[in-house]
């Protein structure tokens, strides 16, 4: 089945760097990759997903990138600022005409952005 | 907010108590999905209800029943739960699984403690 490794499992930037996270995945089935963040007491919350038919989308100051030669995507944050301070999650899904709602999840990065 | 609420927010139950978890969307959507979240490890999917119909059933012990009385409304029955069933457990929604649309937007939890 589908495994998904996510790294790293913390980072540490400055205020006003960039962040990356990277994850992989194992099934070359997989069509669909959203990226979640979950702050203190509360539930993910969708960022920004990708589909396998582009290989970047950006929305202000977060990005994703997919390579799906490579099998893996990636998180850029830019300009963080304090509040982007949570638990990231990336996800991957195999979307069709036999969609089962299937998101198997990485293991989760926590962020810190320090003022 | 996301649109998707449960209750109760914490739960403390003994081995040999019975309680239900709730889940309600106001979304519009179809889908419904019940994932367990514990400290270190990914987020564990258990249960997807599409069009109220039981549609994966994620190798869950029997101590854990899930209801769908509509499209709207999740339940999660628990009884003779262990210790290490203590975790965070997250309800998720979304459009039908055959509608294009994985989005799946999550609820802010339960967090169950088993003693």
């Known amino acids: 089945g589908e495994n998904v490794e996510q790294h790293p499992s913390t980072l540490s930037v400055q205020e006003g760097d960039s962040a990356v996270i990277k994850c992989t995945y194992s099934?070359?089935?997989?069509?669909?990759f959203p990226w979640y963040k979950q702050e203190l007491g509360k539930g993910p919350q969708l960022i920004i997903d990708?589909?396998?038919?582009?290989g970047e989308k950006k929305d202000q100051r977060i990005a994703v990138t997919l390579n799906k030669t490579a099998k893996h995507f990636s998180l850029h944050i830019t300009e963080t600022q304090p509040e982007d301070s949570a638990v990231y999650f990336c996800?991957?899904?195999?979307?069709?005409?036999?969609?089962?709602?299937?998101?198997?999840f990485g293991q989760g990065t926590t962020l810190q952005v320090k003022p | 907010e996301t649109g998707v609420t449960q209750t109760p927010r914490h739960l403390v139950m003994g081995m040999t108590n019975k309680k239900s978890l709730k889940c309600e969307q106001h979304?519009?959507?179809?889908?419904m999905y019940w994932y367990k979240q514990s400290a270190k490890k990914p987020l564990e999917l258990m249960f997807v209800?599409?069009?109220?119909?039981?549609?994966e059933n994620n190798s869950v012990p029997s101590r854990f029943s899930p209801e769908c009385p509509n499209s709207s409304h999740l339940f999660l029955h628990l009884h003779t739960l262990q210790p290490e069933d203590s975790a965070l457990y997250l309800c998720?929604?979304?459009?039908?699984?055959?509608?294009?649309?994985?989005?799946?937007?999550f609820g802010p939890g339960t967090r169950l403690t088993v003693t």
């Open positions: 998720a929604s979304s459009q039908d699984l055959s509608s294009g649309r994985s989005e799946q937007y």
């Open positions: 099934d070359s089935a997989s069509n669909y």
């Open positions: 990708i589909r396998s038919n582009v």
């Open positions: 996800a991957a899904s195999a979307h069709g005409s036999s969609n089962t709602g299937k998101l198997i």
């Open positions: 979304l519009g959507h179809n889908a």
């Open positions: 209800y599409n069009f109220k119909e039981q549609t």
